[in-house]
Nanobody
Framework: VQLQASGGGLVQAGGSLRLSCTASGRTFSTYYIGWFRQAPGKEREFVAAITRGGVGTSYADSVRGRFTISRDNDKNTVYLQMNSLKPDDTAIYYC????????????????WGQGTLVTVSS
């Protein structure tokens, strides 16, 4: 599967953005999808993940209650709605996929897409 993240940009603190992760292929619904981010000078970290049917989700403590992950399998797309953004959310955001499990995609995803830059100004 090939993944492409989009929707990044510059936003003021307190604002919102919605990221999209679009995948190629007909087997999109068989993959667990995760969002990750990497801030300048920091290691990549897990943000959120979603099950194949979209019912189950997982979030990092730092974004829980502010970010929402969802998916539309008919459109081969996973979304990350980001609200109440903070300067600490500034990072390149990546999406990733794995066929195995929610836990696997959150820790060692097999497929990765290009990132999209999110900058939150104070």
């Amino acid at each position: 599967v090939q993944l492409q993240a989009s929707g990044g940009g510059l936003v003021q603190a307190g604002g919102s953005l919605r990221l999209s992760c679009t995948a190629s292929g007909r087997t999109f619904s068989t993959y667990y999808i995760g969002w990750f981010r990497q801030a300048p000078g920091k290691e990549r970290e897990f943000v959120a993940a979603i099950t194949r049917g979209g019912v189950g989700t997982s979030y990092a403590d730092s974004v829980r209650g502010r970010f929402t992950i969802s998916r539309d399998n008919d459109k081969n797309t996973v979304y990350l709605q980001m609200n109440s953004l903070k300067p600490d959310d500034t990072a390149i955001y990546y999406c990733a996929a794995d066929p195995a499990s929610l836990l696997k995609v959150s820790r060692a995803a097999k497929y990765w897409g290009q990132g999209t830059l999110v900058t939150v100004s104070s």
